[in-house]
């Protein structure tokens, strides 16, 4: 998986609560990105961060907020989980100026 | 209409048969596609990018890119039952946004 871990790698929550996955690189890459994944939509870009501090929304942004504060990790958290919100939830990074992303295991989120 | 679109499937072939694996996008300005295997339960692993019109091979697989008609195709010749899985197709459509298709099931029987 390219250097990169993702934890919790599973995590059932109650709706209204607060959830953090983490994402953590070892490449030193500049770019990570936040992916969600359900049936018939394919993987679908919540945030991403090019560098520390730096992050922007991707195309289903509402309900999340990310953080970097270092390189190497990358935060991702549900203020107040919803059942909308279960999804397997992707970390990926990127080097700075190429095309490729590399994914890491997943979380498997279930809101309840 | 999505950004990127693909068949669901499943595209079954016969051990052997050339799998052909097909995706549209709507973004003209989209500047690199990539095609993207992902076993069930597993992560999506690259397996395929492309930059520019006309035909990219890489041992049994080859990208074909046609900008103007805003089509990417993905070959697999002889085809193995551990290609079995889903084949996510990717495009770049600005600095680092990134779009997948909702990928296409495919299955190859022994």
């Known amino acids: 998986d390219a250097g990169i871990t993702q934890s919790p790698r599973h995590k059932v929550t109650e709706t209204g609560t607060p959830v953090t996955l983490r994402c953590h690189q070892t490449e030193n890459h500049r770019y990570m990105y936040w992916y969600r994944q359900d049936p018939g939509h394919g993987l679908r870009l919540i945030h991403y961060s090019y560098g520390v501090k730096d992050t922007d929304k991707g195309e289903v942004s509402d309900g999340y907020s990310v953080s970097r504060s270092k390189t190497e990790d990358f935060l991702l958290t549900l203020e107040s989980a919803t059942s909308s919100q279960t999804s397997v939830y992707f970390c990926?990074?990127?080097?700075?100026?190429?095309?490729?992303?590399?994914f890491g295991p997943g979380t498997r989120l279930t809101v309840t | 209409q999505k950004e990127v679109e693909q068949n669901s499937g499943p595209l079954s072939v016969p051990e052997g048969a050339i799998a052909s694996l097909n995706c549209t996008y709507s973004?003209?300005?989209?500047?690199?596609f990539f095609w993207y295997r992902q076993y069930s339960g597993k992560s999506p692993e690259l397996i395929m990018s492309?930059?520019?019109?006309g035909d990219k091979e890489d041992g049994r697989f080859t990208a074909q890119l046609n900008k103007a008609s805003q089509y990417v195709s993905l070959l697999i010749r002889d085809s193995q039952p551990s290609d079995s899985a889903t084949y996510l197709c990717?495009?770049?459509?600005?600095?680092?946004?990134?779009?997948f298709g909702s990928g296409t099931k495919l299955n190859v029987k022994p």
């Open positions: 492309i930059y520019s019109n």
């Open positions: 973004d003209r300005v989209s500047q690199s």
């Open positions: 990717a495009v770049k459509v600005n600095f680092n946004k990134f779009y």
């Open positions: 990926a990074i990127g080097t700075s100026g190429v095309n490729e992303q590399y």
